[in-house]
């Protein structure tokens, strides 16, 4: 096993790890209760997924599917649904009052500084690390959420990137996915920081739930590779037909298409225009992000429909060659007729062959 590929497999892994840990801390720390720290067995399925990567795949990952970026999704998301559910994380405390906080945290840091010189170097790194908690704790509860929501998306972006490849998906299809990957995060982060902000959604815990379970299915793209890996057709599949030549020949666009319209943009299409129409929430973002997605979904059927008349277009063209060519070489050899292309106009290029028969008549003229 290589050692680079060994280091980044199990180095991102402790990164997810790592994360989905802060995601539980933060669910104990709001809810008040510490049994929700078993939230964090459910990093033990990446562990096993990280043991059985290491023996069948040598650290390198699987074709179409990241086992490691699902699981981790399955750590994490459940912890950013708790804190997204409850009741403070909506609302913050005025500035005013954060300044105070603020300024209480300097003046114990100040005050850990001027003791270094009183107590050991392990002390002082306790000491900080206590200081730097407490600091971290005052943070309003809605700018941890938020910072959750950010860091998590980094965390796939990074870490697929980070992710040794497999043998299914080439440095050039990664540097595709990844650059997906960073506009569909875009897109994502500002569905949830608008939608669930406004009063009248946090109003609905119904729709708060549709809201979630909409975010939760945008989120199952990431462990996919499909949109970026195209399939080699077999020449026999011309002869099957529109939709098996359809199907293989634009296998990487249709799962582009398919996630854009079922998993993104037309589902995040719907949930703005029922904001806008049954729950009368209306402002510039959200109209702007509605025809986005609107825009979106129309041009990606736009393109759906240009790649079927490409192939029926493809079709018809060797359908055509293919006639044409019976109808050259279809013609009976045995007629003894020769092409017309060989044949000549002229009577000067007419051999005319001359019989000479013995002359057995007495009228014969004598020989000399």
């Known amino acids: 096993m290589e050692p680079l590929v060994l280091f980044n497999a199990l180095a991102t892994r402790f990164l997810f790890v790592l994360h989905s840990l802060v995601g539980v801390w933060r669910v104990t720390e709001v809810k008040k209760e510490p049994w929700y720290w078993l939230l964090a067995l459910l990093n033990l399925l ?37 804190l997204e559910m409850h009741h403070e994380t909506q609302y913050c405390s005025s500035q005013p009052e954060e300044m105070p906080q603020n300024t209480s945290s300097r003046e114990d840091f100040n005050q850990t500084q001027t003791s270094r ?21 005052t ?73 979630l379970a909409i975010w939760t299915w945008s989120m199952l793209q990431f462990p996919l590779d499909l949109a970026v890996q ?48 049954y729950f009368k929430v209306i402002n510039q973002m959200l109209v702007f992000f509605a025809a986005k997605n609107f825009l979106v979904v129309v041009l990606q059927l736009y393109r759906l429909v240009v790649l079927a008349l490409g192939v029926r277009a493809s079709l018809r063209n060797q359908l055509d060659r293919k006639k044409g060519g019976d109808n050259c070489s279809g013609q009976p050899a045995e007629s003894g007729l020769l092409p017309r292309s060989w044949k000549s106009d002229s009577k000067e290029d007419v051999a005319i062959p001359l019989q000479v028969s013995p002359v057995t008549s007495d009228d014969s003229p004598p020989t000399p």
Request: charge should be neutral.
């Open 230 to 277: 195209h399939v080699v057709c077999p020449s026999s599949v011309t002869a099957r037909g529109f939709p098996s030549l359809f199907f293989c020949q634009y296998s990487a666009d249709l799962w582009n298409i398919g996630i854009s319209v079922f998993i993104q943009d037309g589902p995040f299409l719907v949930v703005r225009l029922i904001l806008m129409t």
């Open 46 to 82: 990446l562990f096993l997924e990280t043991a059985l990567t290491l023996k069948f795949k040598r650290g390198r990952g699987y074709k179409w599917f990241s086992p490691a970026i699902f699981l981790y999704l399955t750590s994490i998301v459940p912890s950013l649904w708790l």
């Open 139 to 211: 943070v309003c509860e809605k700018v941890w959420t938020l910072g959750l929501h950010q860091t998590f998306l980094l965390m796939l972006i990074i870490g697929r990137w980070l992710l040794p490849i497999g043998g299914g998906i080439t440095r050039d299809q990664l540097s595709q996915l990844l650059l997906m990957f960073v506009g569909t995060a875009a897109d994502i982060l500002e569905f949830t920081s608008e939608t669930l902000e406004v009063k009248n959604v946090r109003s609905s815990p119904a729709l708060v739930y549709a809201i």
């Open 117 to 137: 010189g009183l107590i050991n170097g392990a002390d002082d790194l306790i000491e900080t690390a206590k200081v730097f908690v407490n600091n971290l704790s």
